[in-house]
């Protein structure tokens, strides 16, 4: 079940929030498990048996590191990572390993494909950041199941992230506070996070995916970098969007999750991009992954080791593909370039320059992430950047009605990728008082066109779905 799909809107979410808020305190939580338990079997049932196995395992495992001396917490806790990593290694890297190993001996294995879990690669790290600030004593064991499973299952989170760390939301699961005004709040944040997945996504989606579609030598050179910015506008708009309405649910059953995203398009550097973009993903690199290794306090070739492991991690995390590898390498040795070798020749250039390098390392690194297969990969890459350039005008643009009406909402992206609107609204609606009226006016008017939109238009995809 999508946060975008009519069946959530109007009758998942109002008899969810409706038993929650008449029902005693006490019994919120397993309101909101089962909730949550109900929401993931929505769309895979055969696969909560693999979820409630993974919440009862862990709640074991880390009540067992709680309760045994110091000399043995470490060998429970490779036990739990082992079991967790397998687990997400298995159902969603087990394809690739046998494509890998048919490609390497020439054996045909014709072994069933295995289903990849919705969520797996978020609940999965979730799990990980309790068990592990359980074994660093950075947080106290949960021997509530109900809690904990809430916690694991939360659906506002769920699907797609933002990744939660148990450290963040732990007094939040038994003592959070509701309010009305909370609720209003989170409401606004849906709406806004529901108009920008709908209403600017899945246009723009349009565009790419109609000109990704075409052979590329049927594509022109302008037309593949006009492809590789609306997938860039629609996968900001499309997880950031995401982000917000989980933020925006979370508030109204009394939960502040972390922002996820703060404005990664307006970045002058890629080190810049990414304190920016799926920021709960870098923290949880850097807590779990890059801060053990050493982080940067060891010698320089042990930290350029540290970069390329986490981003190489990264690019797995995203996919089994050979693409999100190289995407999450792609990114480590830029990373390591801004910070070595071009350090100051990069500081010296104009702001609007660094801007525009880095916009262009970005749409270079979505191409890498949109385009799956190897060998139009490097085609595309090379058209883009002049290797069998063509100009001519593609016949999809005339030809394709869809790709056409579509077009606008590029522009319209482009402009909310910026925060320069919302600083003007909140400068407007400090000197008129009425504007607060025309703020709700247009709220609902972005609600009733997304929901006309979802009944009238059923191409409604979601990218990080897959992750």
């Known amino acids: 079940m999508l946060f975008s799909s009519l069946t959530f809107i109007t009758l998942f979410l109002p008899v969810t929030l409706l038993l929650y808020y008449l029902a ?15 929401f993931y079997a929505w769309g895979e049932p055969k696969l909560i048996a693999l979820m409630l196995v993974s919440i009862v395992a862990n709640y074991w495992l880390a009540r067992w590191i709680g309760h045994v001396k110091k000399q043995r917490k470490k060998s429970i806790l490779i036990i739990a990572i082992i079991f967790n990593i397998a687990l997400l290694g298995f159902f969603k890297y087990f394809n690739f390993g046998v494509s890998i190993f048919e490609s390497a001996t020439g054996a045909q294995l014709n072994l069933p494909l295995i289903e990849l879990p919705i969520g797996i690669s978020f609940y999965t790290f ?55 005004d909370l609720v209003v709040a989170g409401a606004k944040r849906f709406i806004l996070g529901l108009a920008k997945k709908v209403i600017i996504a899945n246009n723009v989606a349009l565009i790419a995916d109609k000109l990704y579609e075409q052979p590329i030598a049927e594509v022109s050179t302008w037309g593949l970098w006009l492809a590789a910015i609306a997938y860039a506008l629609q996968i900001y708009f499309d997880f950031s969007g995401y982000s917000d309405m989980a933020i925006g649910l979370g508030k109204m059953f009394g939960f502040n999750f972390l922002e996820n995203f703060n404005y990664p398009y307006i970045a002058t550097s890629v080190k810049d991009f990414w304190r920016r973009w799926h920021i709960s993903l870098s923290k949880w690199f850097r807590d779990y992954v ?54 100051k020749p990069l500081n010296k250039l104009p702001k609007a320059v660094r801007y525009i390098l880095t916009m262009l390392i970005v749409v270079v690194g979505w191409t890498i992430f949109r385009v799956e297969d190897l060998a139009m990969l490097g085609e595309t890459l090379g058209k883009m950047f002049g290797i069998g350039a063509s100009f001519a005008k593609s016949e999809i643009f005339y030809s394709n009605y869809s790709v056409i009406v579509s077009l606008p909402y590029l522009l319209v992206g482009i402009l909310f990728t910026t925060p320069y609107l919302r600083i003007a609204f909140c400068k407007l609606e400090q000197k008129w008082a009425g504007f607060i009226a025309v703020k709700y006016l247009a709220l609902l008017a972005m609600f009733g066109i997304a929901i006309a939109f979802l009944v009238c238009d059923s191409y409604n995809p979601f990218i990080y779905f897959r992750f």
């Open 24 to 38: 005693d305190r006490k019994f919120r939580n397993i309101i909101l498990c089962l909730a949550s338990l109900l």
């Open 126 to 180: 979730q799990i990980l950041s309790y068990v592990i600030d359980v074994y660093r004593g950075k947080v106290k064991v949960q021997k509530n199941i109900i809690t904990l499973a809430t916690y694991i299952a939360l659906f506002p989170q769920l699907i797609a992230g933002p990744i939660v760390q148990y450290s963040d939301v732990e007094k939040q699961l038994t003592k959070r506070k509701e309010s009305v």
């Open 290 to 343: 890059y801060i053990p290794l050493g982080g940067n306090r060891v010698s320089k070739i042990k930290w350029i080791r540290n970069i390329l492991i986490v981003w190489a991690l990264t690019g797995f995390w995203h996919g089994a593909n050979w693409n999100f590898i190289i995407w999450g390498l792609y990114y480590g040795v830029i990373l390591l370039l801004e910070g070595t070798l071009l350090a």
